[in-house]
């Protein structure tokens, strides 16, 4: 296993084998550094206001990824400008290291959308649901890559790759198997990052593999290795070597990252049924942040720095909470409009239909005024 | 049609894809060995030395990749055909039709456009082992966000798989495989109809016969038989199963007041039970019997020796026709 720092945050290089790794931390600079801890800090505060909301019943669902900050901010920024990710559906420390607006992921759980942002601007794709889907997509996406000869030309300003983010319990789905396969058998530039958080709701990841992980694969002609996912340097660095590969031609490589998930699965689960507060107590004393203050305060980080941290993820969490507040319901259009990027009669004339029940009903409705009127004819 | 040439099915298929791989450098074709070999059925045959192995290339034996990449591919700009090769083989691609390819325009509020063509033979009456000779149209009818349509003669055959490469929404292309080899004359100047319009292939003024796909040729079967008989019937050719363009039908049947669909795939739950149900509706006043739907059973599709009785044929057409006239 990769790892650079332990959880006291000493920074080390344990074998000779990872000093192909340890060379893009030393290419670091200390304002890098503290970006990977406020992204850190950032994403665990808005996790923990998200989970408030919605208790307070401001959302439909929530899934936490606290205890995954290191994995998902470390492989986050290790992913180039050209690059293009597609991510399960709790990544939501990958989606900030790429700019992604927070408040889409927020609104998909409310229940306004079905995530509805614009993969393109960010190249960061929808969260899936359907696990392991997605690898898929990636796949695809990566093979189009290839044939676009966007990859392996040496200049890095051209060159693509593509990384797609899984859990422990989704390897166990047929599609990343298809996907591993055809990823390798078309030499896609397309990494595998498998988060292994150890739980799969109720289920440890003796459910889902005989083999580790990392393994999993090299049937498949996926090499892959292993990261300590709660060290943040690590997982960049892992995953900065693995992405350039992929970008320069070399194919899929799959990174398993060990980390655990010390929250619940989603806002819905209860974990003390099916696991010790022991194990718990373990990984919390591993905490991926933590440990990464730890090694900021030994490189002379001062007390300020995480001050102004605390008081940045306040602020945030005010406005996810404000602006939460402030969201429209979404109007019967939305169910509609875009079900298919072509018109459809069968949509047009439900949608008129119920529009015009609705109005009919008082008028509660936003429709739009102007809209070609239609016979209310046919089934509903 | 000043610029015709009588192709097969087959034949007519090979040559839409030709002319949409030309038009179009993203139109990509892969599935399971449609390379070298052409596929099973040789509807890509040839393509492979005109467009090379990046433009056209065997998959895995894995659907699920299939129709999970063909989403990938399109993501990147590319307008994927893909190949599932035999209608009882879609299964494992479930997932990746109905919840992936879709969803995805509707869940990115319209941003991912979808144009992927899943090219399906299906259908029975070719002695076929089992999982060989299904009609699967209806699951995919009713998923929200897939456009279907079978051709059931050349000409369609040709311009309909153009017609679905350049829809920027997945179209699933039911291909009647035991009428791949029935031959007929090909219009290569422009296209009579639109993907999804239905059309009138015999006038007739008693009767209304709806159907698609492989159908449509014992439906005309039917009308022929029907006319010796004194009875004029109106052969529909619905060619979209979704949308499905019923304007034509209830024209058709407020002049003939009769109407009988027919189809491989039972019938329970099915592309006739729709056509019924709105038909009922929309045309209350003009039936002057039931609607009759003529399909195969609701039953596994039975082993090759059992398939004839099996599959709806022009006897059990015209007793439904009977029926509708006796009423």
Excluded at chain 1, 59 to 78: C, D, K, N, T
Excluded at chain 1, 369 to 378: F, P, T
Excluded at chain 2, 188 to 206: E, I, K, S
Aim: overall charge negative; proline content about 5%.
């Amino acid at each position: 296993m990769v790892q650079f720092l332990n959880e006291n945050g000493e920074f080390a290089v344990l074998s000779k084998e990872h000093e192909i790794y340890a060379q893009f931390i030393r290419d670091l600079r200390e304002a890098d550094f503290l970006k990977f801890y406020r992204d850190m800090a950032k994403i665990r505060r808005f996790d923990n206001e998200a989970t408030a909301l919605q208790r307070q019943g401001q959302m439909g669902l929530w899934v936490p990824a606290i205890g995954q900050e290191g994995a998902q901010i470390g492989s986050g920024h290790a992913v180039g400008p050209n690059d293009n990710i597609f991510p399960s559906y709790r990544e939501h420390g990958v989606a900030i290291t790429h700019g992604v607006d927070l408040m889409s992921i927020i609104k998909m759980f409310r229940g306004v959308n079905h995530g509805g942002w614009n993969p393109y601007e960010k190249k960061f794709h929808l969260y899936a649901i359907v696990l392991g889907a997605q690898t898929l997509h990636a796949a695809g996406y990566a093979m189009g890559v290839n044939f676009e000869g966007k990859v392996g030309t040496g200049d890095p300003n051209f060159d693509e790759a593509v990384i797609t983010y899984f859990g422990d319990g989704a390897t166990a789905e047929g599609d990343i198997s298809e996907a591993f396969l055809m990823a390798a058998t078309k030499n896609a530039p397309l990494v595998f990052f498998c988060q292994n958080n150890q739980w799969a709701i109720s289920s440890a990841v003796e459910t889902q593999t005989k083999v580790p992980l990392y393994k999993r694969g090299e049937g498949f002609g996926v090499p892959g290795i292993r990261v300590d996912g709660n060290d943040v340097l690590a997982c960049y660095a892992v995953t900065k070597k693995h992405m350039d590969d992929a970008r320069n031609g070399l194919g899929p490589y799959l990174i398993e990252a060990l980390t655990y998930r010390i929250g619940a699965h989603t806002t819905s689960d209860d974990p003390s049924k099916y696991r010790d507060s022991e194990e718990v107590a373990y990984w919390q004393a591993r905490d991926p942040i933590v440990r990464f203050e730890k090694f900021l305060r030994s490189q002379g980080i001062g007390q300020d720095f995480f001050d102004d941290v605390q008081a940045a993820g306040d602020q945030l969490a005010a406005e996810i909470r404000e602006t939460t507040f402030a969201l429209e319901e979404p109007t019967l259009e939305l169910m509609f409009d875009h079900v298919y990027s072509e018109p459809h009669p069968l949509i047009e004339e439900q949608k008129a239909w119920l529009r015009g029940f609705e109005e009919s009903l008082g008028g509660h409705t936003q429709a739009n005024e102007g809209d070609d009127k239609v016979d209310y004819g046919g089934s509903r | 049609m000043s610029n015709t040439v009588e192709l097969s099915i087959a034949k007519a298929l090979n040559a839409g894809l030709r002319k949409a791989m030309q038009d179009d450098s993203k139109v990509l074709v892969f599935g399971e060995d449609v390379a070298k070999l052409g596929g099973v059925f040789r509807i890509t045959e040839g393509l492979l030395d005109e467009f090379g192995s990046e433009r056209i290339f065997n998959s895995p034996i894995a659907e699920s990749a299939i129709v999970g990449t063909a989403i990938g591919l399109a993501m990147r700009g590319f307008r994927p055909v893909a190949e599932i090769q035999f209608d009882g083989f879609v299964y494992p691609a479930f997932d990746q039709l109905v919840s992936q390819l879709a969803k995805l325009t509707n869940r990115s509020e319209g941003n991912l456009k979808m144009p992927v063509v899943v090219r399906i033979p299906y259908g029975g009456g070719i002695g076929a082992v089992e999982h060989h000779s299904e009609s699967p149209e209806a699951y995919f009818a009713h998923t929200a966000g897939l456009r279907v349509v079978s051709p059931s003669n050349p000409n369609d055959a040709y311009w309909m798989i153009q017609q679905a490469i350049q829809s920027n929404d997945p179209v699933i292309f039911m291909e009647p495989k035991r009428r791949y080899w029935q031959k007929g004359q090909v219009g290569l100047d422009q296209p009579a109809l639109g993907l999804h319009q239905a059309a009138v292939v015999r006038p007739g003024t008693d009767v209304t016969i709806a159907s698609y796909g492989p159908m449509v040729v014992t439906s005309l079967q039917a009308a022929e038989i029907a006319q010796s008989e004194g009875v004029s019937i109106e052969v529909i050719d619905i060619r979209s199963l979704s949308p499905i363009d019923f304007g034509v039908v209830v024209e058709s049947v407020k002049k003939t007041g009769r109407l009988v669909i027919a189809h491989e795939a039972g019938t329970f739950v099915s592309i006739s039970s729709e056509i019924a149900a709105k038909i009922a509706e929309l045309c209350f006043y003009y039936l002057e019997a039931p609607v009759l739907r003529v399909g195969g059973f609701d039953v596994p599709y039975p082993a090759a020796k059992l398939e004839e009785l099996y599959l709806p044929d022009a006897d059990r057409l015209m007793e439904a026709v009977d029926r509708v006239m006796a009423y």
